[in-house]
């Protein structure tokens, strides 16, 4: 019994130190990253891998905030998630709830057009020209409204609705309970897990939106924080870096391409652990329900 519980233990110390090399592996790179952004070009150079720079600096920050327009593209992107997230959980649920109801009129034309547009679409020409006919152009709300709905989302959450018992909604009708009150007071308090899922999945398309706003939006003073990382990284980011490092020699090309990506995956990492058990279990029992 003594060996068998030695061996258990040696075997649980094992997993224990590989989850944890993995987890080093893992996060060194998001470390060397914030390293990057707040040394000085010289120390970096000397010393990539680095645990701690000697010099910490954070004009890369202060130039990013103080002289680019990144503040401005958290605002745009905060406009998305403000008014996207309401729409497109909305739009997905009651989707979603729809083609999961058995005497739905219609419900296999309904669900054949839905699936249809999740590997067909019009092309890009004709979304531009819709979107253009729609005035909704060079307009955030335009890329709101884009994207408000979600083929794959929906049909997560139709799978997370059938796992439902039918009979709790025959019961709460034969109280008395019309479909409005069975789905607000029935239906959604049993599909947290889903929501938060989709909740988390939509968020981090509006917070990752760049394609649309950068094929839709001209004025740079409506571009999302991607956009501006993108224009940082590809196109201003060697004009920028000349002019700071004449004047400032803490400044670098690569700290300032360093510290807009901190800048702009730190808002997710810090919500992601929080919502993660509720991710687990609504991707798995959204997913094996067919």
Not at 129 to 135: R, S, Y
């Amino acid at each position: 019994m003594k060996n068998t519980l030695k061996k258990t233990n040696g075997f649980r110390i094992a997993i224990y130190i590989f989850l944890a090399i993995a987890g080093i592996i893992c996060i060194f790179p998001f470390y060397n990253t914030f390293l990057a952004s707040i040394s000085t070009q010289k120390e970096f150079a000397k010393n990539p891998l680095m645990l701690f720079p000697k010099e910490v600096t954070f004009s890369a920050y202060e130039y990013l905030i103080n002289v680019t327009s990144f503040l401005l593209g958290y605002k745009n992107t905060f406009f998305l998630l403000l008014f996207g997230l309401p729409i497109s959980m909305i739009v997905s649920v009651s989707t979603g709830y729809a083609m999961s109801r058995r005497n739905f009129p219609g419900k296999k034309v309904y669900v054949f057009v839905i699936l249809f547009t999740m590997y067909f679409s019009g092309g890009l020409i004709p979304l531009y020209l819709l979107m253009k006919a729609l005035n909704l152009t060079n307009r955030l709300l335009g890329i709101v409204f884009l994207g408000a709905g979600n083929t794959f989302y929906s049909i997560l959450i139709r799978n997370y609705f059938k796992t439902i018992p039918i009979e709790l909604e025959e019961s709460a009708k034969i109280d008395g309970a019309n479909d409005f009150a069975v789905f607000f007071k029935i239906i959604l308090p049993l599909t947290i897990p889903i929501m938060a899922t989709v909740l988390l999945f939509f968020a981090v398309d509006k917070w990752n939106e760049w394609f649309n706003v950068m094929l839709m939006i001209r004025d740079s003073s409506k571009w999302t924080i991607q956009v501006m990382l993108r224009n940082i990284v590809f196109t201003t980011l060697d004009a920028m870096s000349t002019r700071m490092v004449s004047v400032e020699k803490t400044y670098y090309s690569l700290s300032l391409k360093m510290a807009a990506i901190v800048l702009t995956m730190t808002p997710v990492m810090i919500v992601y652990p929080f919502m993660q058990k509720f991710f687990m279990k609504g991707m798995i029992v959204g997913a094996v329900k067919g």
